[in-house]
């Protein structure tokens, strides 16, 4: 027992100094590098809006390998590995757990010209919102909310198991610029792969007979590149343009920004808007709070990704005396109408809106509070949300309004990381 004791202590004392810091070096004046790390640690139960009872899993979330550096006073590199959600249970059905798949999230060399433009290269983060953007160390709440970045699955950007395996989620190979104009203004533009359609291809979904010999027009990845624009404005403290965003920064700036973003390839398109508020107040306290709203529509390019209309809030208040924050987050999906004109598929032969929970509308609500051992370095963070599908129908062709078996679920996790960088 006295071991044990002297364990914990060592732990709560020890974790937050081993997180305050990476492991840096000098290299002949010239170039420098240093190393960290990111773990988060989970537990999860979940219940299903389609299989009985409740599935209790250990996750590790995230477990990352970090190193980047300078070259010079011009150039900056990043290099990061990722092995997410070991141990997730990926079917209710049959138990299936996920197994390690390590795999590179980042490799980026930027080039700094001024403090207005950044030139990223390289596999790197892009997403035209505040939320998609931040840095999955930096979350306020205990993930990116739910309909962030959702178009990932569908352009390819998944793990190295996704749709073309071309690189991990939130990531796209090309190149990025970024920068602050003045004070207030920070913008960043991406030319990224995105999808590329398979030769013969005309919209990049569907797998074509390939003609014996290839011409110029029937070539594989033939198809326009993806194209990513966000501007932002900060009425008090700037955010920096940074290559990520933060959902917090403890009390060290006076943030209030509105940020709109665009992201295009061929025919699907994403618009999307946010607001973000993070104050100090109280001597010591802090108010933060997140808003984003996303028009997605896949088109013909992406016809799975349907046209939808989703929006989520994010409120919370962290006590500096305590370092316990209450967070409380509301989400909502709204899908075209089955039937709608609008929908990129007939209701009668798009099979997706029989049972599954992502071809409906549905209402999240999320409460939680972290607890900041060392901020952002060492914490721990327990949530509860609530899912409540909307809108069912019963099978493809059926009209809206139906049932189709599918129950209010929820969803339990209690998350601890350390995170040195």
């Known amino acids: 027992m006295k071991t044990l004791s002297l364990l914990a202590l060592t732990l709560s004392l020890g974790l937050p100094v081993l997180a305050q810091a990476p492991v840096a070096l000098n290299i002949a004046d010239v170039a420098t590098a240093k190393l960290g790390f990111q773990a988060q640690f989970q537990f999860q139960s979940n219940t299903d809006p389609v299989v009985q009872g409740t599935s209790d899993n250990f996750v590790v979330r995230r477990i990352r390998l970090i190193a980047g550096g300078t070259v010079g006073d011009k150039i900056d590199w990043l290099f990061d590995t990722d092995d997410p959600n070991i141990g997730k249970v990926s ?51 205990n993930d990116a909310f739910a309909y962030a970045s959702l178009q990932n699955a569908y352009l390819g950007n998944t793990t190295p198991t996704g749709l073309q395996g071309s690189s991990p989620l939130n990531r796209d190979v090309g190149l990025s610029a970024r920068g602050l104009l003045g004070d207030h203004f920070e913008y960043h533009l991406g030319l990224t792969n995105g999808y590329r359609n398979t030769a013969n291809d005309t919209n990049g979904t569907t797998t074509p007979t390939v003609p014996a010999v290839s011409t110029s027009d029937t070539i594989a990845s033939n198809n326009a590149l993806r194209v990513t624009a966000r ?54 306290d802090e108010f933060t709070f997140e808003g984003a709203y996303w028009l997605y529509d ?20 962290t006590f500096g005396a ?72 019963g099978s493809a062709g ?6 189709s078996g599918l129950r209010n679920y929820h969803q339990i996790t209690a998350q601890f990381q350390v995170y040195a960088w």
């Open 91 to 141: 079917s209710n059905v049959n138990g299936t757990k996920n197994l390690n798949n390590l795999y590179v999230q980042d490799a980026v060399l930027t080039y700094k010209f001024s403090r207005a433009v950044y030139l990223d290269s390289g596999i790197l983060t892009i997403d035209p919102n505040h939320n998609g953007l931040t840095s999955s160390a930096r979350y306020f709440g």
């Open 231 to 284: 501007a932002q404005y900060d009425l008090f403290d700037s955010e920096g343009a940074g290559y990520t965003t933060a959902g917090q920064y403890f009390g060290t700036r006076k943030i209030v920004s509105f940020g709109l973003g665009y992201d295009r390839q061929d025919a699907y398109r994403q618009t999307t808007a946010d607001a973000f508020v993070d104050l100090p107040v109280n001597g010591g």
């Open 322 to 393: 305590t370092h316990l924050s209450p967070i409380l987050r509301y989400e909502a999906r709204r899908l075209d109408a089955p039937g709608d004109s609008k929908l990129n598929t007939p209701i009668n032969t798009l099979a997706a809106w029989t049972t599954t929970p992502a071809s409906f509308d549905e209402d999240r609500t999320t409460l939680g509070v972290a607890y900041w051992i060392n901020e952002q370095r060492a914490n721990f963070k327990v949530f509860y949300s609530a899912i409540t599908p909307r809108n069912q129908v």
């Open 398 to 403: 059926t009209a809206a309004g139906v049932h």
């Open 298 to 317: 896949g088109g013909t390019f992406l016809p799975t990704l349907l046209r939808q209309k989703d929006g989520s809030l994010q409120v919370g208040y």
